[in-house]
C-alpha cells in the first residue's frame, strides 16, 4: 500500500495550536540585592558553544552517522548530544571534551562525510509534491510517480520513501487518523505542534515514520510529508538514515542551501529564482526609523511592505537601524532590564506585508559560558529571528535576538528550538544613542505579566523585514 493511500486511510480533530502560549498572572515580588546563583561551569557545553555555528552543527550531523545522535541539526547542545558525544567517546576510548578538539573534531566529520558520500546521500526536488527530501541515492534506487508525490524502493523492495501533499486534511485530522488503532499496528511516538506532525511505530511490514508540516502554496493552504518505511532487517542501517532524512526534509522550502546538488525528481524542473523572504523583525521607534539586527545586506528591502534602507549597523553585534516611511507604532517607554537567567517571552513578525502579524514563543536566557561572553536565548522562534524582542516575565525588555548568520536549519518546514545570541537593551540603547535616537526609559514593574498582555502591549510596534533572496 503506497503512503498516500496509508496516510488517507489512517488520517477527528484535535485541538489546534496557538500562536501565543499563555503564562500564569501571578505576582512575584523582587527582592533588593537578592543573591546571585553560583552556576557549576560545563566545560563540555562551554567548549561546544565556543564553535562557530557551522562547526557544531557539522559535529551533530556527524554524530547522526555514526548513529549516536537521534535529534535536529541545530547546534545546540542538548542532553541528546551529550548522550551522543559520551557514547561516541566510549567507543573511541577518549572523552567527550577531548571530540571537540579541532584535529579530533575533523575527523569525525571526515569520516561521516564518506559514509554520506558511499551512500550518495543527497537532496532531491520533488516536482510532484512540492517538497524536497534527502535520500540515500545508493539505497533507493528505483523510483516511480504516485498521484501527489513520488515513490523510491530498494532493489529488494524492502524499503520505501514516498512523499505526498494533501489539500483534503488538515494537521489535526490527519494526526488522529495516523495515530488510530489498527489490526499489527503500534504507534510508539507521534507528536502534533501547529504547523507539523510526526508518528512513528510497527506493523506487520516492519517500522514506520512519517511526517508532515501544513504551509500554502499558489496562496491556498496544503499538507505536504513523507513516509518511510521498512523491514526489521534492516533496522541496523535504516534508523541512522531516517534521521538524516528527517533532517534533510524541507516541504515548503524553495531552495537548497549554496553549493548543495539538487537532483530533479520530475521532469521539466525550473531552478527556483529569486523569491522574497522574511528576513527579521523590526522594532517601530518613530514613523520613520526602525531597529532590527541583520548578520548580512538586505537586497530590496521591504519594512510592512514599504521600501526600506538601512542607516547604520554595528558589525559585533548586527544592530541595525533603518530608514522607513509608514510606521504606526512606536515602541513606547521601554523599561529595559539587564539579562538574567529565567524564562522570558520572545516576540518574533511571523508574516510580512502591511498588516501586523506577531508570534510569541516562551524561551529561556542562557548565561555566558565565558566572562563577558554572549547571552543567548533557548526559544522556537521561526522566521524574522534578527531583531527579535525578548521580555522577561514582568514585560521588561531584555534585549533583541541576534540574526543568524547562516539561514537556519528546518526540520518539516518548521526551525526548531535553537539557542540564538542576543544583544542587550543596554547595548541597544547605547547603539541607538550613538546613532541619535533617544528612547524615553519606562518604568520596571516587579508584576508578573501574561504572555497574552505581553504581546498586546508590544505586537503593534513590531514589524517584519523582508529581503529579495
Known amino acids: 500500500m503506497n503512503s498516500i493511500a496509508f496516510t488517507r486511510r489512517l488520517a477527528g480533530p484535535l485541538f489546534a495550536g496557538c500562536s501565543i502560549l499563555l503564562a500564569g498572572g501571578s505576582v512575584t515580588p523582587v527582592r533588593a540585592q537578592a543573591p546571585v546563583a553560583i552556576i557549576a561551569p560545563d566545560p563540555l557545553r562551554e567548549a561546544f558553544d565556543a564553535l562557530p555555528d557551522a562547526e557544531r552543527r557539522a559535529l551533530q550531523d556527524a554524530l547522526v552517522w555514526t548513529g549516536d545522535y537521534k535529534g535536529s541539526i541545530d547546534g545546540v547542545l542538548g542532553r541528546g548530544g551529550v548522550a551522543a558525544l559520551s557514547a561516541?567517546?566510549?567507543?573511541?576510548?577518549?572523552?567527550?571534551?577531548?571530540?571537540?578538539?579541532?584535529?579530533?573534531?575533523?575527523?569525525?566529520?571526515?569520516?561521516?562525510?564518506k559514509l554520506k558520500t558511499a551512500a550518495r546521500f543527497a537532496p532531491i526536488q520533488d516536482v510532484r509534491s512540492g517538497a524536497t527530501i534527502a535520500l540515500p541515492n545508493?539505497?533507493?534506487?528505483?523510483?516511480?510517480?504516485?498521484?501527489?508525490?513520488?515513490?523510491?524502493?530498494?532493489?529488494?523492495?524492502?524499503?520505501?520513501?514516498?512523499?505526498?501533499?494533501?489539500?483534503?486534511?488538515?494537521?489535526?485530522?490527519?494526526?488522529?487518523?495516523?495515530?488510530?488503532?489498527?489490526?499489527?499496528?503500534?504507534?510508539?511516538?507521534?507528536?502534533?505542534?501547529?504547523?507539523?506532525?510526526?508518528?512513528?511505530?510497527?506493523?506487520?511490514?516492519?517500522?514506520?515514520?512519517?511526517?508532515?508540516?501544513?504551509?500554502?502554496?499558489?496562496?491556498?493552504?496544503?499538507?505536504?510529508?513523507?513516509?518511510?518505511?521498512?523491514?526489521?532487517?534492516?533496522q541496523t542501517s535504516f534508523d541512522v538514515?531516517?534521521?538524516?532524512?528527517?533532517?534533510?526534509?524541507?516541504?515548503?522550502?524553495?531552495?537548497?542551501?549554496?553549493?548543495?546538488?539538487?537532483?530533479?525528481?520530475?521532469?521539466?524542473?525550473?531552478?527556483?529564482?529569486?523569491?522574497?523572504?522574511?528576513?527579521?523583525?523590526?522594532?517601530a521607534l518613530t514613523p520613520t526609523r526602525a531597529l532590527t539586527a541583520l548578520a548580512r545586506d538586505c537586497p530590496d528591502m521591504r519594512v510592512a511592505n514599504m521600501p526600506?534602507?538601512?542607516?547604520?549597523?554595528?558589525?559585533?553585534?548586527?544592530?541595525?537601524?533603518?530608514?522607513?516611511?509608514?510606521?504606526r507604532a512606536a515602541f513606547a517607554r521601554p523599561s529595559a532590564r539587564a539579562p538574567g537567567e529565567g524564562d522570558v517571552f520572545v516576540l518574533f513578525s511571523a508574516q510580512a506585508g502591511p498588516r501586523a502579524s506577531v508570534s510569541l514563543a516562551p524561551g529561556r536566557t542562557m548565561a555566558p559560558g565565558a566572562p563577558n561572553g554572549v547571552w543567548r536565548v533557548s526559544a522556537a522562534v521561526q522566521d524574522g529571528v534578527g531583531g527579535a524582542v525578548v521580555f522577561d516575565r514582568s514585560g521588561s525588555w531584555m534585549g533583541l535576538l541576534a540574526q543568524p548568520t547562516q539561514e537556519p536549519r528546518r526540520i518539516a518546514g518548521v526551525i526548531p528550538q535553537a539557542a540564538w545570541r542576543m544583544a542587550s537593551a543596554e547595548t541597544a540603547l547605547a547603539f541607538l544613542a550613538a546613532s541619535g535616537v533617544m528612547l524615553e526609559a519606562g518604568m520596571i514593574t516587579t508584576v508578573e505579566k501574561t504572555a497574552g498582555e505581553v504581546a498586546g502591549a508590544n505586537a503593534g510596534a513590531l514589524v517584519a523585514v523582508s529581503c529579495q533572496r
Request: charged share 20%; net charge positive; aromatic share 8%.
Open 88 to 113: 561516541f567517546a566510549k567507543r573511541a576510548r577518549t572523552t567527550p571534551e577531548a571530540l571537540l578538539a579541532d584535529a579530533t573534531r575533523k575527523q569525525l566529520v571526515s569520516q561521516a562525510q
Open 138 to 234: 545508493a539505497i533507493f534506487t528505483r523510483k516511480s510517480n504516485t498521484p501527489n508525490g513520488a515513490r523510491w524502493t530498494n532493489a529488494a523492495g524492502s524499503a520505501s520513501v514516498e512523499t505526498f501533499r494533501d489539500a483534503d486534511f488538515e494537521l489535526p485530522a490527519l494526526y488522529e487518523r495516523l495515530r488510530a488503532p489498527a489490526p499489527g499496528r503500534k504507534v510508539t511516538y507521534s507528536i502534533l505542534r501547529p504547523e507539523f506532525l510526526v508518528v512513528t511505530g510497527e506493523d506487520q511490514g516492519g517500522p514506520f515514520y512519517i511526517r508532515a508540516a501544513r504551509g500554502e502554496a499558489d496562496g491556498k493552504p496544503l499538507i505536504r510529508g513523507y513516509s518511510l518505511l521498512y523491514a526489521r532487517t534492516l
Open 241 to 283: 538514515f531516517s534521521i538524516a532524512i528527517s533532517n534533510g526534509f524541507q516541504p515548503f522550502a524553495a531552495a537548497a542551501a549554496p553549493g548543495t546538488a539538487i537532483l530533479s525528481a520530475g521532469a521539466g524542473a525550473v531552478a527556483p529564482g529569486p523569491r522574497r523572504v522574511i528576513e527579521a523583525t523590526a522594532i
Open 308 to 327: 526600506g534602507k538601512i542607516i547604520r549597523r554595528d558589525e559585533a553585534t548586527g544592530l541595525t537601524l533603518i530608514e522607513t516611511q509608514g510606521l
